[in-house]
Nanobody
Framework: QVQLAESGGGLVQPGGSLTLSCVVS????????MVWFRQAPGKERELVAR????????DYADSVKGRFTISRDNAKNTVYLQMNSLKPEDTGVYYC?????WGQGTQVTVSS
């Protein structure tokens, strides 16, 4: 049974940084495209960043390009989302996914 567990969320001031982690159990991330999504209150869930398993290729939402970086540590079976220059509009619950399996999410709040 594949399980994903996100962590690293919290409250941060605008301009600050956070690093989210997603630990995968029950499967290897080596053969999974890993995706970070987020959902803000009252809004649809949106793709934030994607790391493809078959190539060193990452995709980002236009709203986070240049500020967020997705990376993976295959040895730790963990995917990260480094978030810099955070803005209030980055507030939401962040989820990681592998195929159709999702984690429980971690809350990120950007506020002064």
């Amino acid at each position: 049974q594949v399980q994903l567990a996100e962590s690293g969320g919290g409250l941060v001031q605008p301009g600050g940084s956070l690093t989210l982690s997603c630990v995968v159990s029950g499967d290897t991330i080596r053969r999974n495209t890993m995706v970070w999504f987020r959902q803000a209150p009252g809004k649809e869930r949106e793709l934030v960043a994607r790391s493809r398993w078959y190539a060193d290729i990452a995709d980002y939402a236009d709203s986070v390009k240049g500020r967020f970086t997705i990376s993976r540590d295959n040895a730790k079976n963990t995917v990260y989302l480094q978030m810099n220059s955070l803005k209030p509009e980055d507030t939401g619950v962040y989820y990681c996914s592998a195929g159709d399996v999702w984690g429980q999410g971690t809350q990120v709040t950007v506020s002064s």
